[in-house]
């Protein structure tokens, strides 16, 4: 069955950076979209970013020009490099893969999911 993990998150200081990862077994990035979503303490979960399987990107506006996701086919594995974090960015990130071609308008699309990775902006 397919699965994804995430690694990469941690502790890092505003206008640092970090780049969590996403490893998918059993599953191909060149087909499919991947995206980031992330839930911060008491709030819903929102999509971050979204990757197309033409290479495409969407970004949520509160991280565009300061986040990029990208994916290596290769290693079947899915970054998030985040560059000037701020502290509202403090949240559980997670990855996720739908099952269907294109990239789903709401996280409810997405099958797969990771089982996320702590960021912590200070």
């Known amino acids: 069955h397919v699965q994804l993990v995430e690694s990469g998150g941690g502790s890092v200081q505003a206008g640092g950076s970090l780049r969590p990862s996403c490893e998918a077994s059993?599953?191909?990035?060149?087909?499919?979209?991947m995206a980031w979503f992330r839930r911060a303490p008491r709030k819903e979960r929102e999509g971050v970013a979204a990757?197309?399987?033409?290479?495409?990107?969407i970004y949520t506006e509160a991280v565009k020009g300061r986040f990029t996701i990208s994916k290596d086919n290769a290693k079947n594995t899915l970054y998030l490099q985040m560059n000037s974090p701020k502290p509202e960015d403090t949240a559980m990130y997670y990855c996720?893969?739908?099952?269907?071609?294109?990239?789903?308008?709401?996280?409810?699309?997405?099958?797969?999911w990771g089982q996320g990775t702590q960021v912590t902006v200070s």
């Open positions: 059993r599953f191909n990035p060149r087909k499919y979209c």
């Open positions: 990757i197309g399987s033409d290479g495409n990107t």
């Open positions: 996720a893969a739908p099952t269907v071609y294109g990239c789903p308008a709401h996280q409810s699309g997405y099958t797969y």
